[in-house]
T-cell receptor, first 111, second 116 residues
């Protein structure tokens, strides 16, 4: 069945550092790819998404490119801020009746 | 507009009791999802509704768990004879249903369940 492997945390970075959180997946068919974020004390919310190969999703300075050949959707940000401290979840989403999220990567950005 | 709401926000119960968790999706969303998030863990998928129908219930952890959805709107997750390992945050999400499940999911704030 479908599955997702996400880089384990926790990750601690200094402000303005470069961030990469790796995500790879296995899926039949052609999933849409999502990154969700959970800020401290808040609910899960969409960060960005991509629906077809080579599409780049972007939001709040974060980017991720749909790489079908490597079945990956790595999250990147060039310069993190303290306000980016959160838990990030990768979620390849296929048509069907079951839905998979990565285990989550906790990011802490220190000033 | 109103987002996904869940009630109660917190529930403390004794082992062996039954609990009901409620989810009100965004108006017009036909797809509804239940997940469980245990402390320090990722999201565990429980069940998905398209309209009132849940085609696959295999994600429910045991036969003590059941879920229903009526009128294509409100959903209830019921846990019978609760156990301490059921303690977790139960999240509900909804989506438009227009792309067969490949849409953005909108999450509620969750119900934090503690079984003593």
């Amino acid at each position: 069945g479908d599955s997702v492997t996400q880089m384990e945390g926790p990750v601690t970075l200094s402000e303005e550092a470069f961030l990469t959180i790796n995500c790879t997946y296995t899926a039949t068919g052609y999933p849409s790819l999502f990154w969700y974020v959970q800020y401290p004390g808040e609910g899960l919310q969409l960060l960005l998404k991509a629906t077809k190969a080579d599409d780049k999703g972007s939001n709040k300075g974060f980017e991720a490119t749909y790489r079908k050949e490597t079945t990956s959707f790595h999250l990147e940000k060039g310069s993190v801020q303290v306000s980016d401290s959160a838990v990030y979840f990768c979620a390849p989403t296929n048509t069907g009746n079951q839905f998979y999220f990565g285990t989550g990567t906790s990011l802490t950005v220190i000033p | 507009g109103a987002g996904v709401s869940q009630s109660p926000s917190n529930k403390v119960t004794e082992k062996g009791k039954d609990v009901e968790l409620r989810c009100d999706p965004i108006s017009g969303h036909t797809a509804l999802y239940w997940y469980r998030q245990s402390l320090g863990q990722g999201l565990e998928f429980l069940i998905y509704f398209q309209g009132n129908s849940a085609p696959d219930k295999s994600g429910l952890p045991s036969d003590r768990f059941s879920a229903e959805r009526t009128g294509g709107s409100v959903s209830t997750l019921t846990i019978q004879r609760t156990q301490q390992e059921d303690s977790a945050v139960y999240l509900c999400a909804s989506s438009s249903g227009l792309a067969g499940g490949q849409e953005t999911q909108y999450f509620g704030p969750g119900t934090r369940l503690l079984v003593l």
